[in-house]
């Protein structure tokens, strides 16, 4: 089915290297394929071809390295925002306890200050509405922190309590405001 190129010359090559010459289809198939000139030329190709390569995958290892290391930057960062949050809330935490009612109280005990007497009003055409009463010590009521109460001895049932230790407190006068101290 296929023909044989036919050939000039001698068959085969010789001893000079020369290609035997070809006719038809054969020789436009031979014109195609690359000769000693077109190898040449091709060598440029290949080395721009591998440095392209070689570097983008450089570029590529660059690229991953600075972004694990951004990553490891943001974990960081998330940790130490996690551990401010949680000092923050602490704090929070202490402020809260420190500006609860009973809290107040029991420091300004402590600092000596009384809870003042009953507060009389100023009218806008300047009456006075209400009797105003002196702050006293007895007055105020005792209440004790969380703290304190867990700390305290309670006696057993049964035991009377000495005469000694009962602090007698003096009774409420009635004043004439109807108002509620301190509120």
């Known amino acids: 089915m296929s023909r044989k190129p036919e050939v000039r010359g001698r068959p085969g090559p010789g001893p000079q290297g020369r ?6 289809r054969a020789a436009r198939l031979a014109r195609m394929l690359p000769t000693g000139r077109a190898q040449a030329a091709r060598t440029p190709f290949v080395l721009l071809v591998v440095l392209l390569l070689g570097g983008g995958l ?6 991953n390295s600075a972004l ?5 930057q943001l ?4 940790r130490e925002t996690k551990n401010l949050t949680d000092e923050e809330q602490a704090l929070q935490r202490d402020i809260d306890a420190y500006s609860a009612p009973d809290a107040l109280q029991r ?6 200050m009384v809870p003042g007497g009953d507060p009389a009003f100023l009218g806008p055409g300047g009456e006075v509405k209400g009797v105003p009463g002196a702050a006293t010590a007895a007055r105020a009521p005792l209440v004790l922190a969380p703290e304190a109460l867990a700390t305290a001895t309670v006696p057993p ?3 009377a309590p000495s005469p000694a230790s009962v602090v007698p407190t003096p009774a409420p006068t009635p004043s004439a405001s109807t108002s509620n101290p301190g509120r």
């Not at 694990?68 to 490891?72: D, K, L, M, N, Q």
């Not at 420091?107 to 000596?112: I, T, Y």
């Open 19 to 24: 290609r035997p010459r070809l006719r038809g």
């Open 58 to 63: 450089i570029g590529l290892l660059v690229l």
């Open 68 to 72: 694990s290391e951004g990553a490891f």
């Open 75 to 78: 974990d960081d960062l998330q």
């Open 107 to 112: 420091r300004a005990r402590e600092l000596g």
């Open 157 to 159: 049932p049964g035991s």
